[in-house]
């Protein structure tokens, strides 16, 4: 039985596509412009498009983590997951950002269905904790990011509020 892997299973699809308790991914970033994304309050905080590259790193990040692979990407701190905060005119590389965020996603949820509850328990690696925590760890820091967005969105007036419907 699958009983974890279903509660996680249950929460990355909240997360990432149903506006539950809160706005669901798809909701936060839902008819935002690349000038939108790109900006920043008073230069003092990530941009949206920088926080949705940080999300891409650090899923991928535990993707490979628990495939037990390398990531190729080695950045030389946790800022440069960042990135730059993007062009505000360039809509393509914005569309692309996001697609390559829920391709992310749909690939880390593939990875999760995979997982038994047996695996969850093991460590993901040697001398390291739990999947299980690894796991739980990268969905509430998602959560953060994804508060962190529309908190810029409610700042730059593009919030529209939670489609409850």
Same mark, same amino acid.
């Given at each position: ?6 509660? &996680? ?10 506006? $539950? ?18 900006? #920043?309050?008073?230069? #003092? ?11 891409? &790193?650090?899923?991928? $990040? ?12 080695? @950045?030389? $701190? ?28 749909? $690939? ?14 093991? @460590? ?42």
């Amino acid at each position: 039985m699958q009983v974890v892997t279903n509660v &996680f299973l249950e929460q990355l699809d909240m997360h990432h596509h149903k506006n $539950d308790w809160f706005a669901s991914m798809d909701q936060a970033l839902n008819g935002i412009t690349p000038a939108e994304a790109a900006w #920043t309050s008073s230069g #003092t905080s990530n941009s949206i498009w920088q926080i949705v590259n940080h999300l891409i &790193f650090w899923n991928e $990040d535990v993707i490979h983590r628990i495939n037990g692979t390398e990531n190729p990407h080695k @950045p030389e $701190d946790n800022e440069e997951t960042f990135g730059n905060s993007g062009d505000p005119e360039d809509e393509i590389g914005w569309a692309k950002t996001v697609h390559r965020f829920n391709e992310v996603m749909n $690939d880390f949820k593939t990875v999760i269905a995979d997982l038994d509850d047996e695996k969850l328990k093991a @460590p993901y690696a040697t001398n390291r904790y739990s999947t299980e925590r690894l796991v739980s760890s990268i969905m509430m820091h998602d959560s953060y990011h994804l508060g962190q967005i529309v908190l810029l969105r409610k700042l730059q007036s593009s919030w529209g509020g939670v489609d409850w419907s």
